[in-house]
C-alpha cells in the first residue's frame, strides 16, 4: 500500500523557519518526482515545489522560491521541503503527493501555522 | 501560469439527480503529439486529502464509482454525478498537468437539497 506521512508542521513566528519531511512506502521512492501542495484553511489547492525522482531538476511556486527549498533522500524514502522566511500567509496543511502527470497519492498533510 | 476556472462555485443538488461542474482553462491543455488532454479532477471531503477521480479528462481512478465521468477538451471540461448520493458531498477541484506549475481551479462545492 502506498503511504506518504508528512510530519514537522508546528506554531512558528513570522520571519522563522521550519523544515517539513515526507515519508514514503509502498513504492519505489526513487522512482517518482514528488511535489507538495498547500492549502490555507478554508481555501483551495496550491502547488508549492516539485523535485523529480532523482532529486536533480527541481521547481518552485513564484510565492516561495528563494525562501523554501525541496530535496529528498532517496536512500531513506524521504522528501524535504526547508522553509525560511515564513510569513502568515504560508499558513496552511502542506500535503505531499505522488505524481504521475496527475496526483496518484496524497499524504494526509502537516499544519503550518505562522503567527506572532 | 495556465488559469483554471470552475463554475459554479457551489451547487445544490437532491439525492439521485445529476450534478455537473464545468472547468475552463486559459489555454488548451490537449498534447498534440498523444492526443490527450492533461486534466485532472479531484474529490476533497472535510478533513481529509483530496482523492483522484478522473485523469485524462475522462479516465476513471481504479475504485471510483462510474457515476462519476469526466468529458471535454481543449480548454472546457465537465465533471458529471449522474445521480449523486449522499457520500458525494465534498468540494470537486479540476487540475491541469499540462506544464508546471500545476494549477488548480477554486473548487465547486457540491451539497445536497
Known amino acids: 500500500e502506498v503511504q506518504l506521512v508528512e510530519s514537522g508542521g508546528n506554531l512558528v513566528q513570522p520571519g522563522g523557519s521550519l523544515r517539513l519531511s515526507c515519508s514514503a512506502s509502498?513504492?519505489?521512492?526513487?522512482?517518482?518526482?514528488i511535489h507538495w501542495v498547500r492549502q490555507a484553511p478554508g481555501r483551495g489547492l496550491e502547488f508549492v515545489s516539485a523535485?523529480?525522482?532523482?532529486?536533480?531538476?527541481?521547481y518552485y511556486a513564484d510565492s516561495v522560491k528563494g525562501r523554501f527549498t525541496i530535496s529528498r533522500d532517496n536512500s531513506k524514502n524521504t522528501l524535504y521541503l526547508q522553509m525560511s522566511g515564513l510569513r502568515a500567509e504560508d499558513t496552511a496543511v502542506y500535503f505531499c503527493?505522488?505524481?504521475?502527470?496527475?496526483?496518484?497519492?496524497w499524504g494526509q498533510g502537516t499544519l503550518v501555522t505562522v503567527s506572532s | 501560469d495556465i488559469v483554471m476556472t470552475q463554475s459554479p462555485d457551489s451547487l445544490t443538488v437532491s439525492l439521485g439527480e445529476r450534478a455537473t461542474i464545468n472547468c475552463k482553462s486559459s489555454q488548451s491543455v490537449l498534447y498534440s503529439s498523444n492526443n490527450k488532454n492533461y486534466l485532472a479532477w479531484y474529490q476533497q471531503k472535510p478533513g481529509q486529502p483530496p482523492k483522484l477521480l478522473i485523469y485524462?479528462?475522462?479516465t476513471r481512478e481504479s475504485g471510483v464509482p462510474d457515476r462519476f465521468s469526466g468529458s471535454g477538451s481543449g480548454t472546457d471540461f465537465t465533471l458529471t454525478i449522474s445521480s449523486l448520493q449522499a457520500e458525494d458531498v465534498a468540494v470537486y477541484y479540476c487540475?491541469?498537468?499540462?506544464?508546471?506549475?500545476?494549477?488548480f481551479g477554486q473548487g465547486t462545492k457540491v451539497e445536497v437539497k
Open positions: 509502498g513504492f519505489t521512492f526513487s522512482s517518482y518526482p
Open positions: 487540475q491541469q498537468y499540462y506544464n508546471t506549475p500545476r494549477t
Open positions: 485524462w479528462a475522462s
Open positions: 523535485i523529480s525522482s532523482n532529486g536533480d531538476s527541481t
Open positions: 503527493v505522488r505524481e504521475f502527470g496527475h496526483y496518484e497519492y
